[in-house]
């Protein structure tokens, strides 16, 4: 499964934030191929469609989809060079497909700030800097092998090396791998190299309670935001510590709470729905009086690679798609009277899904 590490400074709120998401967490016995590993949060999906469904269908049981975090400890100054857990942390993030890069936004005396005083930007730098220079002593290692083959004319060699030539003259510049224009071949070169800085990212703004409430961007939180809008990254503001409390409430007393303090809904759900969305990830459902369930899939795959996520005997098997929009069903009301209104469509191999299909595979067995 595809997971996001939560990174961040010190004392930002990433252990609060993490511990919010565990709590907060999926019934695992619905989700048996997630990992399993203390450092690893599941979170079920939150979706209107699937209550939209569940009312009209009225099933047995409705099962969310769900998405994992992965808390990603210790990083500091100098963890590029081995400082701190350093290298083990960098590992770490070599493993994650996106990052949720966690900044602190509030301003707390009893809270002691890592570098002496509340400045997001430096922070951000801080992180960034070190996961540059990881990058540029991979880069540096590969040149020096591939620039031998590449003085013997190897082809591939001399267009490997001018790709991380590029690279390496980004991260001299403290700039990351992200803001490197590449071509999809020269993407696809680079690849295996599991760069830290080509991750996706987002930045969660931690702000105090007072401010969450208010209701409006602080001026720390407005810095980050001019900061990501230059990278084209999205900015989330949260308060960990109402995340933690909301953490701990299920259904109405959630419900609640949330209206007590005057907001729509729990931080954790804009997270979840940004590192989706920054994954590529989108959803579609099956729907039948047994179960009502969502399912993730990476947007661009086609019907039988979608089959596959529920089992892979579908995926082998598979025949054919009956696929009906999640709007057109809840128009229609009914699945006979979609199809009535020919709204179900049969799809084949070459099919590619799309977020809110309902779906009911056709396979043999
Ligand atoms: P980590 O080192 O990044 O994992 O940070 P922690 O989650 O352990 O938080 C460090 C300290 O900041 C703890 O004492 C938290 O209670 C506090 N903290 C975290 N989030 C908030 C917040 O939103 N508001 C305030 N005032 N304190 C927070």
């Not at 099962?63 to 083990?88: Q, R």
């Not at 590449?182 to 702000?207: C, Q, R």
């Not at 209701?215 to 510590?241: M, P, Q």
């Not at 179960?291 to 993730?296: G, P, S």
Request: a negative charge; aromatic letters at 6%; hydrophobic letters at 40%.
């Amino acid at each position: 499964a595809l997971t996001t590490g939560i990174v961040g400074l010190p004392n930002v709120g990433k252990s609060t934030l993490f511990n919010a998401i565990t709590q907060a967490g999926a019934e695992s016995a619905n989700y048996p191929f997630c990992t399993i590993d203390p450092n690893v949060g599941i979170v079920e999906v939150p979706d209107e469609r699937l209550d939209k469904l569940t009312e009209l269908i009225v099933p047995k049981k409705t099962i969310p989809t769900a998405f994992e975090f992965t808390d990603i400890a210790g990083i500091v100054k100098g963890a590029s060079k081995g400082e701190g857990l350093g290298n083990k942390f960098l590992s770490h993030i070599r493993q994650v497909d996106a990052i949720s890069h966690v900044v602190r936004c509030f301003d707390d005396e009893n809270i002691t700030h890592v570098s002496g005083q509340v400045d997001p930007i430096s922070d951000i730098e801080t992180i960034n800097l070190e996961l540059i220079l990881a990058d540029l002593e991979s880069v540096e290692k590969r040149l020096t092998r591939v620039s031998k083959m590449a003085k013997q004319k190897d082809k591939e060699a001399m267009a490997e090396a001018a790709v991380l030539e590029k690279l390496q003259a980004a991260f001299e510049n403290e700039m990351s791998a992200r803001s490197v224009e590449l071509t999809d071949d020269e993407k696809k070169v680079i690849h295996g190299m599991h760069l830290l800085t080509i991750k996706p990212v987002l930045y969660v703004a931690n702000v105090s309670e007072e401010d969450l409430l208010a209701g409006e961007d602080n001026e720390y939180v407005k810095k980050v935001k001019a900061y990501a809008a230059k990278e084209g990254a999205e900015v989330i503001t949260v308060c960990a510590r109402i995340e933690s409390e909301l953490s701990e409430l299920d259904g109405d007393e959630k419900q609640e709470f949330l209206e007590d303090l005057g907001i729509a809904e729990p931080g954790l759900n804009k997270l979840i729905r940004a590192a989706y969305q920054l994954l590529g990830l989108a959803t579609y459902f099956t729907a039948g009086v047994q179960e009502v369930r969502a399912w993730t899939f990476r947007k661009g795959i086609k019907a039988p690679q979608a089959a596959g996520i529920i089992h892979t005997d579908f995926e082998r098997g598979f025949i054919r798609a009956e696929v009906v929009s999640y709007d057109d069903l809840i128009a229609a009301g009914s699945e006979g009277a979609a199809k009535e209104q020919g709204k179900l469509r049969l799809e084949g191999k070459e099919y590619i899904v799309k977020d809110g299909d309902v779906i009911h595979f056709r396979f043999n067995v």
